[in-house]
């Protein structure tokens, strides 16, 4: 069992990264989904969740507009699309997996199955 990150590296401030969150060893559609974020220096941060019934998404406030997570069953992967990318965005991301939890709810508590990260820096 084996829950992924990749896509991260670094990108000019207003580009733009794709990040995906890759499950083996298990159905990861069957969970709800999130990715948080740690800076130095900084408490980790629930960026954004996604559940796996109706699909319905929580963001934090600092990403909102700019950041979209989506799901793609067939490929058991959650993906972050992340635009309009800040210097305070750099940190290192991490997707986590709850079952039976609201979007809202993991992205708060940070519970469940955690994978290992990928470093995101937005630096000109």
């Known amino acids: 069992v084996q829950l992924q990150a990749s896509g991260g590296g670094l990108v000019q401030p207003g580009g733009s990264l794709r990040l995906s969150c890759a499950a083996s060893?298990?159905?990861?559609?069957?969970?709800?989904v999130g990715w948080f974020r740690q800076a130095p220096g900084k408490e980790r941060e629930g960026v954004s969740c996604?559940?796996?019934?109706?699909?319905?998404?929580y963001y934090a406030d600092s990403v909102k507009g700019r950041f979209t997570i989506s799901r793609d069953n067939a490929k058991n992967t959650v993906y972050l699309q992340m635009n309009s990318l800040k210097p305070e965005d750099t940190a290192v991301y991490y997707c986590?997996?709850?079952?039976?939890?609201?979007?809202?709810?993991?992205?708060?508590?940070?519970?469940?199955?955690w994978g290992q990260g990928t470093l995101v820096t937005v630096s000109s």
């Open positions: 060893g298990f159905t990861l559609n069957y969970y709800t």
């Open positions: 996604i559940t796996s019934t109706d699909s319905s998404t």
């Open positions: 986590a997996t709850a079952d039976g939890v609201s979007a809202k709810r993991l992205c708060l508590t940070a519970m469940g199955y």
